[in-house]
């Protein structure tokens, strides 16, 4: 059977043709078995019918119209969809790998400056007079704060002061924000990694 | 979306509503969330604000908080933040928005209705450092008349 595959040399146009389409039949094959098994169920078409919305021959007949055309195309230009189809592959990965991606407020153009962690506590102390807020760094987020240094861990991380204006467009889906925002960010290699906001509305 | 119950905002001695989350930031950074009761109400709480003077200063807190862990489970202040009565909104930094008046058009979406009269205050780290009111009118409706020929209907 191999011997007689590789042996096969095309003599005619028909061979050429045939040739170039059969790829376009296995395709076609596909995609009509694929909208057979999708096909409504008997329970929908009496429920259809039952509702008045039955299909009436003449739409059955504009259907099969638009099947034997698409089918005419899949036959002749199936190159373009197996180039369509690999191209829809690639940008689906490229999407869920961009929707992996973490979600932050702080972009690199928003940082300020690299602080320690000491001095960023110094001046985070609040000054309420009516005691409601607890003596700690950052107050009542001083557990968020906590959180945000246990991740500091690597030698090369960095933390950075950010801040962002108001109407800027910010994060990944680039939405403006309402208010200013400050905070601070976990940088290595120029690239936000984490952060701790600590004031917006 | 439905348009959502909104926060309280104790000010000069009266309760008025509050179409501006502050909590949202601190809920945010400590992972909380709670079990929305209902559509008009997907974030799952509702806190009463206090703005409270001292020494010429005001500032913002939170007095009284109603947050549903469970639909049946209903969390208060003392829950969410141990040990206090209120609590400073120090992480709030942005403009606090109080419709006043009678409602001009409802919109069935979150805060979108529109009111005669915005009070609107800008805080920074939870202290307040302008106000101002914003008087709202209504955009008048297209008519017919106002599209071009081929946009109107039966033309």
């Known amino acids: ?201 | 979306m439905t348009a959502q119950v909104s926060e309280r905002l104790i000010y000069g001695g009266k309760e008025i509503p509050l179409f501006t989350n502050p909590l949202s930031l601190y809920l945010k950074n400590n992972g909380i969330t709670f079990e929305s009761p209902h559509t008009a109400n997907w974030r799952g709480y509702v806190g009463t604000w206090e703005i409270l003077e001292y020494e010429g200063v005001e500032r913002l807190y939170l007095v009284s908080l109603s947050a549903h862990k469970t639909y049946e489970e209903i969390l208060s202040l003392s829950d969410v933040f141990p040990g206090y009565e209120k609590v400073f909104a120090h992480w709030f930094t942005g403009e606090l928005r109080c419709p006043q008046g009678a409602q001009l058009e409802y919109h069935h979406m979150g805060y979108a209705s529109v009111y005669e009269y915005d009070l609107l205050m800008d805080f920074k780290q939870g202290v307040m450092i302008r106000k101002h009111a914003r008087h709202n009118e209504l955009l008048k409706k297209k008519d017919e008349k106002d599209y071009p020929s081929f946009l109107r209907r039966g033309s």
């Open chain 1, 1 to 201: 059977m191999i011997d007689f595959v590789l042996s096969w040399r095309s003599i005619t146009w028909l061979d050429y043709f045939f040739l170039y389409i059969s790829p376009g039949i296995v395709i076609a094959t596909y995609l009509l078995i694929n909208a057979w098994r999708e096909r409504s169920s008997e329970f929908a078409r009496v429920l259809m019918k039952l509702i008045g919305k039955e299909i009436s021959l003449a739409e059955q007949l504009k259907e099969a119209g638009v099947y034997c055309l698409a089918l005419i195309c899949v036959l002749f230009g199936w190159p373009g969809f197996v180039i369509w189809f690999f191209k829809r592959k690639k940008d689906e990965a490229t999407n869920q790998a961009w929707q992996a991606l973490p979600d932050f407020e702080c972009t690199p153009e928003y940082l300020i400056t690299e602080v320690s962690p000491v001095d960023a506590e110094i001046a985070s102390y609040i000054i309420d007079p009516l005691g409601s807020v607890p003596p700690l760094p950052f107050g009542h987020l001083n557990e968020c704060w906590a959180n945000f240094l246990s991740e500091m861990m690597d030698d090369q991380d960095e933390m950075w002061s950010f801040y962002i204006p108001k109407g800027s467009k910010t994060g990944k889906y680039q939405f403006k924000c309402s208010s200013d925002i400050r905070g601070y960010a976990k940088v290595r290699d120029g690239k936000v990694l984490a952060e701790f906001i600590t004031e917006r509305d």
